[in-house]
């Protein structure tokens, strides 16, 4: 019992000796955990990145459209079977957007990126224009671009544009207007106050490009040689929004002399106007000219293809030789308002139209319009369903000269189609 005593006793001595050494131990501290905050200087839904004084914001949208359109063999090709023509689409879309901002000593330094994935029967963003029986997906970038101070440089929306900027929210229906969209781009931008802003830019010419008409149709495009150069004037204000635009544009064509190039100029306004009467009330307008330079009025995107529109050039070869530009003009507009709090409405319209020079080759004159409605419901928040309808005619003078981007002759003079649609939408 003596011996067991004294072992019990050596190990509750060892035990208190090294309990009494390991309080003299150094102990470190475990690092703080660090956790997402919300950062307030740029608006809701920004947070930090942990680490860093950039802010970010991630947000994205998730569509399902259902669409018909009625275009029949005459809206397309003479010589065309009815079998030919499709008139129902299906289309996802996924949009993913990631907005990260810094407060720098020379200002806000932004980057902005938005990117797009589309899945079905049309792989064309704009699937209203053709619909594609050929199932498909397509990756692409909407938005890609820096802004730092008053620069914007990489792949944003033409400063030329007004109503696709702000507005331009149809489902399925085309309209004229600016069709110069998103482009490669280096502008500035200065601030005067008040609401007031002067935008230069040099834009990439490369898709605004209506080339020449030729004697058997399209010429091919010669190298860019000049950017196009664009300028607006900007005044956004607590009662809507006031913009006028210009732009120069260079039109060249292979098999053409250097003095046949030709250089086109575009010129538009825009206007928007928030209405007392109503929630959410409001109306918008957008006009256009065009002289050798069709994309900025957006009749050479052949937005009206359901309803048979026939190709659009910056310039012709004329009888007799040399070289015309042609000419174009195109008003746009929509209203809407809130109905209940959660249902908007919304009417559009849209009329364009082309002329070609005297004595052009293979060209023809057109005029083309588009007006109709779509009612939107948000059933819970960020979830809504909303459809819509269109008519959409087109004249086309001259049947013999008159060519769709195919080189096909149109099948009759006027067309028309009926384009509706139904879509399901969630935002977050």
Same mark, same amino acid.
């Given at each position: 019992?003596?011996?067991?005593?004294?072992?019990?006793?050596?190990?509750?001595?060892?035990?208190?000796?090294?309990?009494?050494?390991?309080?003299? !131990?150094?102990?470190?501290?475990?690092?703080?955990?660090?956790?997402?905050?919300?950062?307030?200087?740029?608006?809701?839904?920004?947070?930090?990145?942990?680490?860093?004084?950039?802010?970010?914001?991630?947000?994205?949208?998730?569509?399902?459209?259902?669409?018909?359109?009625?275009? &029949?063999?005459?809206?397309?090709?003479?010589?065309?079977?009815?079998?030919?023509?499709?008139?129902?689409?299906?289309?996802?879309?996924?949009? !993913?957007?990631?907005?990260?901002?810094?407060?720098?000593?020379?200002?806000?330094?932004?980057?902005?990126?938005?990117?797009?994935?589309?899945?079905?029967?049309?792989?064309?963003?704009?699937?209203?224009?053709?619909?594609?029986?050929?199932?498909?997906?397509?990756?692409?970038?909407?938005?890609?671009?820096?802004?730092?101070?008053?620069?914007?440089?990489?792949?944003?929306?033409?400063?030329?544009?007004?109503?696709?900027?702000?507005?331009?929210?149809?489902?399925?229906?085309?309209?004229?207007?600016?069709?110069?969209?998103?482009?490669?781009?280096?502008?500035?931008?200065?601030?005067?106050?008040?609401?007031?802003?002067?935008?230069?830019?040099?834009?990439?010419?490369?898709?605004?490009?209506?080339?020449?008409?030729?004697?058997?149709?399209?010429?091919?495009?010669?190298?860019?040689?000049?950017?196009?150069?664009?300028?607006?004037?900007?005044?956004?204000?607590?009662?809507?929004?006031?913009?006028?635009?210009?732009?120069?544009?260079?039109?060249?064509?292979?098999?053409?002399?250097?003095?046949?190039?030709?250089?086109?100029?575009?010129?538009?306004?825009?206007?928007?106007?928030? !209405?007392?009467?109503? &929630?959410?009330?409001?109306?918008?307008?957008?006009?256009?000219?065009?002289?050798?330079?069709?994309?900025?009025?957006?009749?050479?995107?052949?937005?009206?293809?359901?309803?048979?529109?026939?190709?659009?050039?910056?310039?012709?070869?004329?009888?007799?030789?040399?070289?015309?530009?042609?000419?174009?003009?195109?008003?746009?507009?929509?209203?809407?308002?809130?109905?209940?709090?959660?249902?908007?409405?919304?009417?559009?319209?849209?009329?364009?139209?082309?002329?070609?020079?005297?004595?052009?080759?293979?060209?023809?004159?057109?005029?083309?319009?588009?007006?109709?409605?779509?009612?939107?419901?948000?059933?819970?928040?960020?979830?809504?369903?909303?459809?819509?309808?269109?008519?959409?005619?087109?004249?086309?003078?001259?049947?013999?000269?008159?060519?769709?981007?195919?080189?096909?002759?149109?099948?009759?003079?006027?067309?028309?189609?009926?384009?509706?649609?139904?879509?399901?939408?969630?935002?977050?």
């Amino acid at each position: 019992m003596r011996s067991k005593a004294v072992l019990l006793g050596a190990a509750a001595s060892l035990a208190t000796a090294c309990a009494a050494h390991a309080a003299d !131990l150094p102990m470190e501290k475990a690092a703080p955990a660090e956790y997402v905050k919300v950062c307030s200087q740029f608006g809701p839904e920004f947070f930090y990145i942990p680490g860093t004084d950039t802010c970010l914001k991630i947000s994205g949208n998730i569509r399902a459209d259902y669409g018909f359109n009625t275009a &029949t063999n005459s809206n397309r090709q003479a010589g065309q079977s009815n079998r030919a023509t499709n008139q129902t689409a299906f289309q996802g879309r996924f949009q !993913l957007g990631f907005d990260a901002r810094t407060d720098t000593d020379y200002g806000l330094l932004r980057s902005f990126i938005l990117i797009d994935v589309l899945t079905g029967t049309t792989g064309s963003q704009q699937w209203q224009t053709g619909f594609n029986s050929t199932a498909s997906s397509t990756f692409y970038v909407d938005k890609a671009y820096i802004q730092f101070g008053g620069l914007t440089a990489g792949y944003a929306e033409s400063f030329y544009s007004f109503y696709d900027n702000y507005f331009g929210d149809t489902y399925f229906a085309p309209y004229f207007g600016s069709g110069i969209f998103t482009q490669n781009l280096l502008a500035y931008t200065a601030q005067f106050g008040g609401g007031l802003s002067a935008t230069v830019s040099m834009e990439d010419p490369g898709s605004g490009r209506g080339g020449f008409g030729g004697a058997d149709g399209a010429l091919v495009n010669g190298g860019t040689k000049m950017p196009n150069f664009v300028a607006n004037v900007l005044y956004d204000s607590a009662w809507g929004k006031a913009q006028v635009m210009g732009a120069i544009h260079e039109a060249d064509a292979l098999g053409l002399s250097s003095g046949e190039t030709k250089y086109g100029y575009a010129f538009g306004a825009g206007l928007s106007v928030n !209405l007392p009467v109503m &929630t959410g009330a409001y109306v918008a307008l957008e006009g256009d000219y065009g002289n050798g330079a069709s994309a900025f009025t957006g009749v050479r995107n052949n937005q009206f293809s359901p309803a048979g529109a026939p190709n659009a050039y910056d310039a012709d070869i004329v009888a007799g030789g040399g070289t015309k530009t042609t000419t174009s003009w195109a008003l746009t507009g929509e209203a809407g308002v809130n109905l209940t709090p959660q249902l908007k409405a919304m009417i559009f319209g849209s009329y364009g139209r082309y002329n070609a020079p005297s004595g052009a080759l293979d060209d023809g004159d057109f005029t083309s319009y588009v007006a109709g409605g779509q009612l939107e419901y948000e059933i819970v928040k960020n979830m809504s369903i909303g459809a819509e309808v269109s008519y959409v005619g087109t004249n086309a003078k001259g049947l013999a000269q008159v060519m769709l981007a195919d080189g096909e002759e149109l099948a009759k003079q006027k067309t028309n189609a009926l384009v509706a649609g139904v879509r399901l939408k969630r935002t977050f």
